[in-house]
């Protein structure tokens, strides 16, 4: 059933979520107080790299499904369901900063004139759902009439940057939490199309999305359960490369065999320079900070984030043994992201490397396919390509793992340097290839020197066929991740 749903911020989190809710046929306002965002909303470009979301705005608006306003009481007035999207950085505490949401908190009440359900979408402190309630509540006064008209849904986003849209409209579930039984089925109502994959465009048949509903606190819980879980499976796989060092292991060989068991998988193993960005450490801290103000210690969490910040520090250091002094060192950072595929360098590890190693007196070139500048404080001379970012250096660092550094001629990359140290801080390249061109290659849990170790090679049964041939036995295959077969079948 079609809704009519007002989205307040139009940040990462809110474009995303207004193309989206518009695109499966609701009438979506999106309020966004930066002119010059609102701006390029308006005429259809994302204020920030996300593959297909400008395309998505595009459609959307000119289908009449989406528009973009600064006007938050017009968009009030012509919404049932608010989702709120604003940012909530970190404070100094490791809690979020809640000021925006405060600022919400208060255009709600003075712009409420019929029930709504408002649904909050930012990522924000457990008991956020109450706090949110109380602070409306007392805008509005005590002797309101409206104290009463409106509900909170906890709705947690689980978007990867680079992959939001398709995230958004093809999640592994939705979770809805509210202590309102009939707002949770509104806002579930207005899920329907993106649980049962009746996405406009696409045809499949794609099983329906689980829907996970609770009360509020279970709702908030689980998106910060989820994000500290993953970032401590980075963790813990950056570990175990650093005893893999020790070993004479390789990592990939490892994380390989571990991925294997169902009970572990493949996914957030990959061992380097440590995640980034701004939902995982955020969260993390965010909830250490929770545990702490209950007075309890969580160690485990702890520890994920003392690894991960560990790995920046750990390349610095081996750095500084690999040159035996940073000061007047020259040193290339290829990638700024914090990750493939985004333009965001929001805790980004490849940028805190480069900051580091300026702070101890290291020239600094970077290149990144998408971050064309820095602020000068940074002290990174941004360059236009990998080549003319490595010119005269003594090592490089390849700290965001693009495709187009794997495809470098790294050759003409060699030529480039007067050193020849290459830190693959991401493992993508193979250590046989890298050596061949003449580097001394450094990487994350592999091996330095000796013996090149065979890649993993992964045997499966080839798929049963029909017929006669289905008694066939014997047969098999090679399976990439995704279990497409590497010969080119399916």
């Not at 920030?48 to 959307?60: K, M, R, V, Y």
């Not at 608010?82 to 809640?98: E, H, K, S």
């Not at 998988?265 to 909830?287: I, M, N, P, Q, V």
């Amino acid at each position: 059933m079609n809704q009519r749903i007002a989205v307040i911020g139009s940040g990462y989190v809110g474009s995303v979520a207004a193309a989206c809710l518009a695109h499966v046929g609701h009438d979506v306002v999106g309020v966004e107080s930066d002119a010059l965002k609102l701006e390029r909303l308006q005429s259809g470009v994302a204020p920030f790299h996300e593959p297909g979301l400008d395309a998505l705005l595009e459609s959307t608006l000119a289908s009449g499904h989406l528009t973009f306003t600064a006007d938050f009481g017009a968009a009030m007035a012509a919404s049932e369901i608010v989702f709120v999207c604003v940012g909530t950085p970190p404070g100094a505490d490791g809690l979020p900063d809640m000021t925006a949401m405060a600022e919400v908190a208060r255009s709600i009440a003075e712009n409420l004139r019929h029930h709504h359900v408002i649904v909050t979408k930012s990522t924000v402190p457990i008991g956020t759902g109450r706090w949110l309630t109380a602070q409306i509540q007392e805008y509005l006064g005590p002797e309101s009439d409206l104290r009463l008209a409106f509900s909170v849904v906890s709705n947690p986003e689980f978007l990867r940057e680079g992959r939001a849209v398709e995230d958004y409209l093809h999640p592994d579930r939705v979770v809805l939490g509210s202590d309102d039984a009939r707002a949770l089925e509104l806002v579930a109502e207005v899920y329907e199309p993106i649980l049962e994959q009746r996405i406009p465009g696409e045809f499949g048949t794609r099983a329906r999305v689980p829907l996970l509903q609770s009360d509020l606190a279970t709702g908030e819980m689980t998106k910060y359960a989820s994000n500290a879980f993953l970032a401590t499976k980075v963790s813990f796989a950056n570990e175990i490369a650093r005893l893999c060092d020790f070993v004479g292991a390789d990592i990939s060989a490892v994380t390989e065999g571990m991925g294997l068991d169902s009970r572990i998988g493949r996914r957030f193993l990959e061992a380097g320079l440590g995640w980034g960005g701004s939902c995982l450490g955020k969260d993390l801290s965010a909830l250490v900070s929770t545990a702490v103000e209950f007075g309890y210690h969580p160690r485990l969490l702890e520890a994920a984030m003392s690894v991960n910040d560990g790995q920046r520090q750990f390349v610095v250091d081996e750095l500084l043994r690999q040159l035996r002094a940073l000061r007047g060192a020259r040193v290339c950072i290829l990638g700024l992201a914090f990750k493939a595929g985004t333009d965001d360098i929001r805790d980004s590890p490849g940028l805190d490397v480069a900051e580091r190693l300026v702070g101890r007196g290291a020239f600094v070139t970077a290149y990144d396919p998408m971050v064309r500048s820095l602020s000068q404080a940074s002290g990174v001379r941004i360059c236009e390509d990998a080549y003319e970012a490595a010119r005269g250096v003594d090592a490089i660092v390849v700290a965001t793992e693009w495709p187009e550094f794997s495809a470098l001629d790294l050759l003409a990359l060699r030529a480039q340097m007067q050193g020849d140290l290459l830190f693959d801080a991401r493992n993508i390249f193979d250590p046989a290839s890298v050596r061949s061109a003449g580097y001394r290659y450094l990487a994350i849990g592999r091996p330095a020197v000796g013996v090149e170790r065979l890649a993993p090679v992964v045997l499966m049964p080839a798929p049963a066929r029909s017929g006669a041939e289905s008694e066939v036995t014997g047969s098999y295959a090679t399976f990439d991740e995704d279990g497409r077969r590497e010969d080119g079948g399916i």
